[in-house]
């Protein structure tokens, strides 16, 4: 058995289930199935659903109104599109190779990828599970490990993280996938951001040691912070600790 030092797990939920995975090898690897129903009581392990050559994941995504699941392969070179149309007992769908990728998210019938050291990001069109389609791969000019993607509700827009000193959180106006455009750049105060969650005109940001910073892009082209909680207290330098 090998285990890795890191115990990452990402969890996301789907009706009344929760999924996670994780970055290590061992009992009840893989996409792991839990049961919420009977809490607070407790929780049912449903088990575990890998692939002989797919166990570990970074990283995966629910769209809960198409049930599908977008799982990172185990040697990130791509996603894996996996139905939850029974939930207990998920089927692989379909295996997308990129170039590179660290975070994939999927609101329905799109699925976007930051593709970490290949300084890229991608949106697909997942429509059709079975014959994704490559909409648009754009590049970050200088750009740092492209780390995560969320958009906005409307999906007129996209926020990014780089997970590198210095690199601005961005917002891009993909209305025309044809024509990406950077409209908004933000970074606090350690300068080193981690991850981003939108909601509505509100980013919610993972800021390593400037802890949670909430940013304002009701104007896309002005990102505001209007809130922030500071989680480490070792400082404000831009390394790997804190949220």
Not at 39 to 46: A, E, G, I, Y
Not at 174 to 193: F, K
Request: aromatic content about 10%; charged content about 20%; hydrophobic content about 35%.
């Amino acid at each position: 058995m090998v285990v890795p030092n890191t115990r990452h797990r990402d969890i996301k939920t789907y009706r009344n289930y929760a999924y996670a995975v994780a970055e290590m090898t061992g009992q009840n690897d893989g996409l792991m199935i839990m049961d919420m129903r009977y809490l607070l009581d407790s929780v049912r392990f449903v088990g575990s659903f890998k692939t002989a050559t797919d166990v570990t994941s970074h990283n995966f995504s629910i769209d809960t109104a198409k049930a599908h699941a977008y799982i990172l392969k185990s040697n990130r070179s791509g996603f894996r599109i996996v139905s939850l149309a029974d939930p207990e007992n998920p089927v692989e769908v379909r295996t997308v190779t990129t170039p590179g990728i660290h975070d994939v998210y999927a609101p329905e019938r799109y699925c976007l990828v930051a593709e970490a050291s290949v300084r890229t990001f991608s949106m697909y069109d997942v429509t059709n599970k079975n014959s994704p389609v490559l909409i648009v791969r754009h590049t970050i000019p200088a750009g740092g490990y492209v780390h995560n993607i969320w958009p906005t509700d409307d999906g007129s827009y996209a926020v990014t993280t780089e997970e590198t000193s210095f690199k601005t959180v961005k917002v891009w106006d993909t209305s025309s996938p044809s024509a990406i455009t950077l409209v908004g750049e933000y970074l606090g105060t350690n300068n080193l951001a981690h991850n981003v969650q939108v909601m509505g005109n509100l980013v919610y940001i993972s800021h390593y040691q400037a802890g949670v910073r909430v940013v304002d892009i009701s104007n896309p082209a002005n990102p505001i912070e209007i809130a922030g909680y500071d989680t480490c207290t070792r400082g404000n330098s831009p390394n790997f600790r804190g949220c």
